[in-house]
Nanobody
Framework: QVQLVESGGGSVQAGRSLRLSCEAS????????MGWYRQAPGKERELVAD???????RYSDPAKGRFTISKDNAKKTVFLQMNSLKPEDTAVYYC???????????????WGQGTQVTVSS
């Protein structure tokens, strides 16, 4: 099993920054993808950014130019640096990872518990 633990959420004023972290642990043979989704009240969960081995980062349109995703492979940790935050960024942010627990295992998706980000105007 793969566990994902997020940290770094909180409440900030518009224009400020936050940095989210997500550390993976457990039985991990390979983990080619890590990233972040978010879900605002009354809305569907949406991709914010992910980082795929050999392909680099991808960003949703709202995240481009303001958010930066990075990954420390040795620590199995993914980060999301969020700058110039806006009230519309308010959401629960979920870390996810696509990983295999063995060389013959299927590529499964795993989720963190979510961390609240609240941006006030």
């Amino acid at each position: 099993q793969v566990q994902l633990v997020e940290s770094g959420g909180g409440s900030v004023q518009a224009g400020r920054s936050l940095r989210l972290s997500c550390e993976a642990s457990g039985s991990i043979y390979s983990m080619p993808t890590m990233g972040w989704y978010r879900q605002a009240p009354g809305k569907e969960r949406e991709l914010v950014a992910d980082i795929i081995s050999d392909n680099g980062p991808r960003y949703s349109d709202p995240a481009k130019g303001r958010f930066t995703i990075s990954k420390d492979n040795a620590k199995k940790t993914v980060f999301l640096q969020m700058n110039s935050l806006k009230p519309e960024d308010t959401a629960v942010y979920y870390c996810f990872a696509k990983a295999r627990e063995s060389w013959r295992g299927d590529l499964e998706i795993y989720w963190g518990q979510g961390t609240q980000v609240t941006v006030s105007s």
